[in-house]
T-cell receptor, first 110, second 116 residues
Framework: SQKIEQNSEALNIQEGKTATLTCNYTNYSPAYLQWYRQDPGRGPVFLLLIRENEKEKRKERLKVTFDTTLKQSLFHITASQPADSATYLCALALGGKLIFGQGTELSVKP | EAGVAQSPRYKIIEKRQSVAFWCNPISGHATLYWYQQILGQGPKLLIQFQNNGVVDDSQLPKDRFSAERLKGVDSTLKIQPAKLEDSAVYLC??????????????FGPGTRLLVL
């Protein structure tokens, strides 16, 4: 069956450290993968898109990798800050629609 | 530019009642989406419109859910009759042009529905 799995447990890290979130999928072949941030009581906000032929994408303190052989994307936040605390969603772009993972809750402690 | 607007923000109803949600997408955005997000899960696409035509409604429970997008702008999503398992956040999103996998989606704040 088709599945998207993100870190099953919440991630707690210390301010200044690098947060690494995982998105694994099975039985999909997406051409693109997107990452969104969602704060409590709000809709998701787009962060980054990476194509299947791109290994890595960066935007300020954010970095995304996409390994189509491992069927995995990693999302890194360097020099993390308490303001980075939120739920992060990965989404596979397939057949004209987005399929979302369940999200990983990140908490950055001062 | 103004974001995606949704109303109401919260709704509490009894099971078997009906409810309607409204969405106003970003001006000029041709594609509109309705998602259902159950607590602890990611958003699940219910229906996608391209202008005022339906592109994908494969996951819409058509026996109780309906949606329309009149004049290719605003959209309403209706549930009739509601069940307990419909308790969720209903998110509306829009994107600029013809759907491509590169399109960024812009989400509204959502409507939180509680069915008692």
């Amino acid at each position: 069956s088709q599945k998207i799995e993100q870190n099953s447990e919440a991630l707690n890290i210390q301010e200044g450290k690098t947060a690494t979130l995982t998105c694994n999928y099975t039985n999909y072949s997406p051409a693109y993968l997107q990452w969104y941030r969602q704060d409590p009581g709000r809709g998701p906000v787009f962060l980054l898109l990476i194509r299947e032929n791109e290994k890595e994408k960066r935007k300020e303190r954010l970095k995304v990798t996409f390994d189509t052989t491992l069927k995995q994307s990693l999302f890194h936040i360097t020099a993390s800050q308490p303001a980075d605390s939120a739920t992060y969603l990965c989404a596979l772009a397939l057949g004209g629609k987005l399929i979302f993972g369940q999200g990983t809750e990140l908490s950055v402690k001062p | 530019e103004a974001g995606v607007a949704q109303s109401p923000r919260y709704k509490i109803i009894e099971k078997r009642q009906s409810v309607a949600f409204w969405c106003n997408p970003i001006s000029g955005h041709a594609t509109l989406y309705w998602y259902q997000q159950i607590l602890g899960q990611g958003p699940k696409l219910l229906i996608q419109f391209q202008n005022n035509g339906v592109v994908d409604d494969s996951q819409l429970p058509k026996d109780r859910f309906s949606a329309e997008r009149l004049k290719g702008v605003d959209s309403t999503l209706k549930i009739q009759p509601a069940k307990l398992e419909d308790s969720a956040v209903y998110l509306c999103a829009s994107s600029r042009g013809s759907w491509t996998e590169q399109e960024t989606q812009y989400f509204g704040p959502g409507t939180r529905l509680l069915v008692l």
